[in-house]
């Protein structure tokens, strides 16, 4: 089956690891958002999975097979890790057409990808001019060059305008739907929840979550009530308890977690106060990234403090 398997991946640089003991699998048909703080080894675990990186030790298996050992890589996988990586004087169209001819891949197939990442009208422009947004495109049709049945793209939004972050978000389905799977990075929390389905998250190159995305901010972060009531202080006296807690916002509102929005309501009515507000709040996949991963924080800023 058309998927990616890692098993005890491990990649060390000296006495630094910068991946350790990694094991997930990325399922077809779905996309999978790769996840971690800076300097977590998500690069070097997407450059072991295609295959430019050899690991210390574990295993990578794309489509049933070590990365270096498919035939034809470019049906196998495609990959963007780096979009500048075109020769700055070569046209989009000869970066491309030289990938397939390296693939036996038709012309046809070339003006087909130019097309689907909307390069057309500067596809005879050097690449060295593109902007960010256009190379993340050219980038993106190179991983789609050999229309592989499996597809890796770290940060592919970085540098698009509002239409094309939301032409990524439409293909990225499209390809999922189509069955084959995709994987891709982002510290973008909002691009992640809008468009994928699963996570792998890592910090210091281990593993911490492997889940859907409603489990991961559900485990990490749970739901809190923010309510507002006739008589605040009475309120969270009833309400508090070993297992509920009451925090007062800034803004007068109470958020209380442990109890549902019924049963404050419920409290609240028995003792004759009046609520005037009362909303469940989900945290957002943000707020469970943060909470998650703070003990795995390699670049942390010191914190500012007026005087």
Same mark, same amino acid.
């Given at each position: 089956?058309?998927? *990616?398997? *890692?098993?005890?991946?491990?990649?060390?640089? $000296?006495?630094?690891?910068?991946?350790?003991?990694?094991?997930?699998? %990325?399922?077809?048909?779905?996309?999978?958002?790769?996840?971690?703080?800076?300097?977590?080894?998500?690069?070097? =675990?997407?450059?072991?999975? +295609? $295959?430019?990186? #050899?690991?210390?030790?574990?295993?990578? +298996?794309? !489509?049933?097979?070590?990365?270096?050992?498919?035939?034809?890589?470019?049906?196998?996988?495609?990959?963007?890790?780096?979009?500048?990586?075109?020769?700055?004087?070569?046209?989009?169209?000869?970066? @491309?057409?030289?990938?397939?001819? =390296?693939?036996?891949?038709?012309?046809?197939?070339?003006?087909?990808?130019?097309?689907? %990442? &909307?390069?057309?009208?500067?596809?005879?422009?050097?690449?060295?001019?593109?902007?960010? &947004?256009?190379?993340?495109?050219?980038? *993106?049709?190179?991983?789609?060059?050999?229309?592989?049945?499996?597809?890796?793209?770290?940060?592919?939004? !970085?540098?698009?305008?509002? /239409?094309?972050?939301?032409?990524?978000?439409? @293909?990225?389905? /499209?390809?999922?739907?189509? &069955?084959?799977? %995709?994987?891709?990075?982002?510290?973008?929390?909002? #691009?992640?929840?809008?468009?994928?389905?699963?996570?792998?998250?890592? &910090?210091?190159?281990?593993?911490?979550?492997?889940?859907?995305?409603? $489990?991961? *901010?559900?485990?990490?972060?749970?739901?809190?009530?923010?309510?507002?009531?006739?008589?605040?202080?009475?309120?969270?006296?009833?309400?508090?308890?070993?297992?509920? =807690?009451?925090?007062?916002?800034?803004?007068?509102?109470?958020?209380?977690?442990? @109890?549902?929005?019924?049963?404050?309501?419920?409290s609240a009515a028995s003792a004759g106060i009046t609520v005037l507000e009362l909303a469940a709040e989900q945290a957002s996949l943000e707020d469970a990234f943060v909470d998650l991963t703070k003990d795995a924080v390699e670049y942390r800023a010191a914190r500012f403090e007026e005087n």
């Amino acid at each position: 089956m058309d998927m *990616i398997e *890692i098993h005890a991946l491990t990649k060390c640089y $000296g006495a630094t690891a910068a991946v350790s003991d990694l094991t997930f699998t %990325v399922q077809p048909g779905t996309v999978t958002g790769f996840l971690g703080p800076n300097g977590a080894g998500k690069s070097t =675990t997407m450059r072991m999975i +295609l $295959g430019l990186d #050899e690991p210390t030790s574990g295993s990578v +298996l794309v !489509n049933g097979q070590p990365p270096r050992s498919h035939a034809a890589p470019l049906h196998a996988i495609g990959g963007m890790l780096d979009p500048r990586a075109v020769h700055p004087s070569r046209s989009a169209y000869h970066h @491309l057409l030289a990938l397939a001819q =390296t693939a036996g891949i038709g012309r046809s197939r070339v003006r087909e990808v130019i097309d689907a %990442v &909307g390069l057309r009208k500067v596809a005879n422009r050097p690449a060295g001019k593109f902007s960010l &947004g256009m190379a993340q495109r050219l980038g *993106i049709a190179a991983a789609l060059l050999g229309d592989p049945a499996t597809v890796v793209l770290d940060e592919p939004v !970085n540098g698009l305008d509002v /239409e094309g972050i939301r032409w990524i978000r439409g @293909l990225l389905r /499209e390809l999922a739907d189509a &069955g084959k799977t %995709v994987f891709v990075s982002s510290h973008l929390m909002s #691009e992640i929840a809008q468009t994928a389905t699963h996570l792998i998250v890592i &910090g210091q190159g281990r593993l911490i979550a492997d889940t859907s995305v409603a $489990g991961f *901010i559900a485990s990490a972060a749970p739901a809190a009530v923010r309510v507002r009531s006739s008589d605040q202080p009475a309120l969270a006296r009833i309400l508090r308890s070993p297992d509920v =807690t009451v925090t007062p916002m800034d803004d007068g509102a109470l958020a209380v977690s442990g @109890l549902t929005a019924a049963q404050i309501g419920a409290s609240a009515a028995s003792a004759g106060i009046t609520v005037l507000e009362l909303a469940a709040e989900q945290a957002s996949l943000e707020d469970a990234f943060v909470d998650l991963t703070k003990d795995a924080v390699e670049y942390r800023a010191a914190r500012f403090e007026e005087n």
